[in-house]
């Protein structure tokens, strides 16, 4: 008898496992959909990737078609903001061993079907002067047909203060960093300085004192 119960509760044990196992799927089934955030997500990095390269190549229709309209409105109209785009665009012109910017999704939002992002963006160029440069600047993303298609404006190209402006619809809670730029060599010249003023430093702590004989 006491062998009956066992076998029976090891029988019920298995079933409870293999219901469980079947009631919680696995995150990392490759056949299950993909979350809408997901799909916002990498539509959202495709489009800004055909942004940033509309603008390195110059093609400057299809950089029309990526951006924000607000923003096109904001410049009285594409003759203007196409003005604007390519004015800057030559002010700080790509060198031809440069390659197109480096994207980076940084915050994904949104309300009901209206998605909107922050796409972080990184040009390494050469300065002459001084040496490598890394220079992080960021777009603005809008989506209305709830992450499908996007929309652009590129905050480096006015302040942030000015964004609210350009881009009326842009959520409160949107965070759009400063952008910045650094001299890598510099940069990497100094820290070794300090690490190496650190290292003496914590060398002449570490000396023995030699006390003086009388």
């Not at 209206?114 to 600047?137: A, F, Y």
């Not at 842009?170 to 730029?181: M, R």
Request: some cysteine; overall charge negative.
């Amino acid at each position: 008898m006491r062998i009956v119960t066992c076998a029976l509760l090891i029988c019920l044990s298995g079933i409870a496992n293999a219901q469980d196992q079947t009631t919680t799927p696995s995150t990392t089934d490759p056949s299950l959909p993909e979350s809408d955030t997901a799909i916002a997500t990498r539509n959202a990095l495709q489009f800004a990737d055909s942004l940033t390269r509309a603008n390195f190549y110059a093609e400057w229709d299809t950089y029309m078609n990526l951006s924000a309209p607000s923003a096109i409105k904001y410049y009285g109209g594409k003759d203007g903001f196409k003005e604007h785009v390519i004015s800057i665009h030559y002010r700080n012109e790509p060198k031809t061993e440069e390659k197109p910017e480096k994207l980076q999704m940084l915050t994904m939002l949104n309300d009901i079907e209206t998605w909107q992002c922050v796409i972080e963006k990184v040009r390494e160029s050469w300065d002459e002067g001084r040496g490598k440069v890394k220079t992080t600047t960021y777009l603005v993303g809008e989506s209305t047909d709830n992450g499908l298609t996007w929309k652009f404006i590129d905050a480096s190209h006015n302040s942030l203060v000015n964004v609210i402006y350009i881009m009326p619809s842009v959520f409160s809670k949107l965070e759009i960093p400063e952008g910045k730029v650094v001299y890598v060599d510099e940069v990497a010249t100094q820290e070794a300085a300090q690490a190496e003023q650190a290292a003496k430093a914590a060398a002449a702590k570490k000396k023995p004192v030699v006390k003086k004989t009388k």
